[in-house]
């Protein structure tokens, strides 16, 4: 790269590092940054289960706070919300949250088919739409050329769904996931972010048994 006369490297750096706090501010203005939303979703989430999807949706719950009641699905893409519409069947009393990205909503798109035809109404989804897959190296998802989950989940036959676009109101997002009679979806589109990484135990039985021991008790 080529350094303009009179300029030294620090001149460089400072100009480049104040880029990136300006496109940090401008993402934080239009779009909601993730781990707060999350943070903000989670600090409501009374006895729920939670089922992060795979990656940075994972991270942001456990940035939240480690919980027992969390079923970390680390590289089962495409899962999450199935898992979710299972525990929803299994436990009708409780309220179940699946929090993942678009990529992972994208490869299980099935599911809402199956979610709308079983009608969980514990069950709310909550799709943070960075509009790339993020984790893998930022490469466009189909919402990015406009594909529309939460249009996709209403055709299907949810009981409610919500897209909040950059600059809308994503506190009624978390009430519709939380509150809403199910099943129900709303896709929030985030800023696209550089989050610190914070992974939760990865061992798969210990996660499972955890979440059982926190679920049922002494039958677990
Ligand atoms: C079946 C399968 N294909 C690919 C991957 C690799 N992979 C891990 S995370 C990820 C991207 C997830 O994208 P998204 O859900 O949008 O998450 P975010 O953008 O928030 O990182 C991919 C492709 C995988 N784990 N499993
Ligand atoms: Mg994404």
């Not at 709310?124 to 490469?139: A, F, K, P, S």
Request: a positive charge.
């Amino acid at each position: 790269m080529s350094r303009a006369k009179g300029r030294s490297k620090d001149d460089d750096k400072a100009a480049s590092k104040a880029a990136r706090k300006a496109r940090k501010r401008r993402a934080a203005g239009g779009a909601p940054m993730r781990r707060e939303l999350v943070a903000r979703l989670l600090a409501r989430r009374g006895d729920a289960l939670v089922v992060p999807g795979l990656g940075s949706s994972a991270w942001d719950v456990a940035a939240a706070g480690d919980h027992p009641l969390n079923f970390y699905t680390w590289g089962a893409m495409g899962g999450a919300a199935m898992i979710g519409l299972g525990l929803a069947i299994a436990q009708p009393e409780r309220r179940v949250l699946v929090v993942t990205g678009d990529g992972e909503m994208l490869m299980g798109l099935g599911g809402l088919a199956t979610i709308a035809v079983q009608r969980p109404t514990n069950l709310g989804i909550l799709v943070l739409d960075n509009e790339h897959y993020g984790e893998t190296g930022r490469q466009k998802t189909h919402t990015h050329h406009g594909v529309d989950i939460a249009g996709m989940a209403a055709a299907a036959g949810f009981a409610d769904t919500m897209r909040v676009d950059a600059g809308d109101d994503a506190d009624a997002a978390l009430d519709l996931v939380l509150d809403a009679p199910g099943p129900v979806i709303a896709c929030v589109k985030v800023a696209m972010s550089d989050d610190p990484l914070v992974l939760p135990e990865r061992d798969g039985p210990r996660l499972k048994d955890r979440f059982r021991q926190a679920l049922l008790g002494a039958v677990a």
